[in-house]
């Protein structure tokens, strides 16, 4: 009956001193020196070019498949072993979850397996990746590196580059995790990170999304805050 929790929250007095100068300063929701503080931090711990918060991992799921145009009936691959989120962001979208194996090792997408799969199960028409049964496109995949354990994720963005899929890294669990000499979340076209109670780090909540692309980026900014046509905090975080 003992509860093994994933990650327990570790509050002090240093936690209990920022909040107190967050509140003093009336800045307690989506714009202020303390977000944009935490954005340039994370960029540089992960060494991504542009780090872009968000109100939760779940939100820059969503967020990170908007930047990559994914629109209505278009498929993304989503590992079978894996939390609802990236279901549920793909959802949101009005797209599809298309779910693939995942291999014994790290938990992550079986990149071998995938490979014969697309093989198989796919046409290319035009740079898009056709599948055969359903006519959809498949547009993206969404890799996961389960309890902070990274992926091949190298060898799945090779793989997505072969099929013209977009690859997002949800390394929401794995804040401090590299694969080789890169962090997790910084390989694929776009990353994502939480900071839900749960997780290593955690801000109440709160999620964050990495890319070394300055477009997708500046668009995830724009989107994360109301999508004003004039923002004079989209450039906040000195892209």
């Keep these: 009956n003992n509860k093994l929790f994933l990650h327990e929250p570790i509050l002090g007095s240093s936690e209990l001193k920022n909040l107190k100068k967050c509140i003093k300063s009336n800045t307690v929701s989506s714009i202020g020196k303390f977000v944009y503080k935490f954005e340039k931090e994370i960029a540089k711990f992960t060494k991504a070019k542009f780090a872009i918060s968000t109100i939760n991992g779940t939100s820059a799921l969503h967020i990170a498949l908007k930047v990559i145009g994914i629109r209505k009936n ?34 992550g997408i079986d990149v071998e397996k995938l490979k014969q799969y697309l093989k198989k199960k796919t046409r290319k028409y035009k740079n898009k990746t056709i599948n055969k049964f359903s006519g959809n496109i498949i547009k993206a995949v969404i890799a996961t590196h389960v309890y902070g ?3 091949n994720i190298k060898k799945l963005f090779s793989l997505c580059k072969n099929y013209n899929l977009k690859l997002i890294e949800d390394a929401a669990e794995a804040i401090g995790s590299h694969y080789i000499d890169k962090h997790a979340g910084t390989i694929g076209d776009l990353g994502v990170l939480s900071f839900n109670g749960n997780k290593i780090i955690t801000t109440g909540g709160g999620g964050m999304i990495l890319t070394n692309n300055k477009k997708s980026s500046i668009l995830a900014k724009h989107l994360t805050t109301i999508a004003k046509e004039k923002n004079k905090f989209l450039l906040g975080h000195d892209m």
């Design 74 to 107: 278009e498929e993304v691959l989503i590992p079978g072993f894996n939390y609802i989120a990236s279901t549920n962001a793909t959802l949101y979208c009005g797209a599809i979850p298309h779910f693939v194996d995942v291999c014994k090792s790290d938990l």
């Design 149 to 151: 354990n990274p992926m």
